[in-house]
């Protein structure tokens, strides 16, 4: 049988082609640290590596600010310099302690002031509205300002406080008019009553603020409240007797008792004897009862109306014993006709 021989085996390479495999060419292995520089010859120059600092020709940092000063500044300018300051701050604390620098600010402000003073900013004229029973005299020397004063001296809220602590003067408004007038509203109180406690007499407004002691004579119209705490509740008892005039007309004044409630005294000497509460209602069924009956012009003391549904009449002494005398002597005619 014949023999089949089979030839040399060939390699095959990564293509994928048959060939003898070429040798690697090898590279030269990179070097991961750079090469030591050369030495630098004397007297040569290079600049420095990027990224690092320069500090002058012997590598020293440059000086700072402060540094700089104590440098130029030398020991003998210092002292001077120190001398100049301490000579300065002596000087100027003596001004200051000897008034010398605020006199100088006070003759700079005067003469401001008397230069635009002389313009016409200088109060020439004063003006008041709503005055009645204020004498004009109180009213000036509350305001404090005088003719050719700069104008802006004239304080507007010391004066309005001043004229409000006046006794007549309720409010005041003060204010300024340029170029040389000041102008002040006034609204007075209104008398409303004659308060009496003890043997003092004082006439007082609507809410019981006190106005004057002085020349009450003008005033003895009005209503006269006696006794404490009447000057605040005045107004409420004179509002009810303002609608019964009849019964209004013949009060002479009204006595507060025990800041509770009120005894009205007639001008003929009867005495309304009222509850602490309604005053109205008790009010009203007097006026009928005395126009009914009269009651309240004949000879009796008092009448009470303190108790509710009912009216007490308490009869004075001298009547009592005249009725009782009365009574008695037409028992004893009865008895002798019998």
Not at 19 to 35: D, H, V, Y
Not at 291 to 296: I, M, R, T
């Amino acid at each position: 049988m014949p023999t089949v021989k089979s030839g040399p085996k060939k390699r095959a390479t990564a293509s994928g082609r048959s060939g003898a495999r070429k040798p690697a060419s090898r590279k030269p292995a990179s070097r991961s640290r750079r090469a030591a520089p050369k030495p630098r010859k004397s007297g040569s120059f290079r600049s420095p590596p990027r990224g690092q600092k320069s500090f002058g020709r012997r590598g020293q940092a440059p000086t700072g600010f402060v540094a700089r000063i104590s440098a130029f500044l030398n020991a003998s300018r210092l002292f001077a310099v120190t001398a100049v300051l301490l000579l300065a701050l002596t000087v100027g604390w003596g001004l200051f302690a000897g008034g010398h620098i605020a006199a100088l600010g006070v003759a700079i402000v005067d003469q401001s002031k008397g230069a635009v003073a002389a313009l016409g900013l200088r109060v020439d004229e004063v003006t008041v509205e709503g005055r009645t029973r204020t004498e004009a005299s109180d009213v000036l020397k509350a305001l404090g300002a005088t003719r050719g004063q700069f104008i802006f001296d004239v304080d507007l809220v010391a004066a309005r406080d001043r004229l409000e602590r006046l006794e007549w003067v309720e409010r005041a408004t003060v204010s300024r008019h340029l170029p040389g007038t000041v102008h002040v509203q006034l609204m007075e109180r209104e008398p409303y009553a004659v308060w009496q406690r003890g043997g003092r007499l004082s006439l007082v407004d609507r809410t019981g603020s006190l106005i004057t002691d002085n020349n009450l004579s003008a005033f003895a119209h009005l209503p006269l409240v006696v006794g404490h705490g009447a000057q605040r509740n005045a107004s409420s008892l004179m509002k009810e007797l303002m609608t019964k005039p009849a019964l209004a007309a013949r009060v002479q004044a009204a006595v507060r008792v025990s800041d509770r409630r009120w005894n009205l005294k007639l001008q003929n000497g009867i005495e309304v004897r009222l509850p602490a509460r309604g005053i109205s209602d008790s009010l009203r069924k007097l006026v009928r009862m005395d126009a009914k009956n009269g009651v309240l012009s004949r000879n009796i003391r008092a009448v009470d109306l303190r108790v509710p549904g009912r009216i007490t009449i308490l009869v004075d002494s001298e009547s009592a014993a005249q009725r009782r005398a009365t009574f008695q002597a037409r028992s004893e005619e009865g008895g002798r006709d019998a």
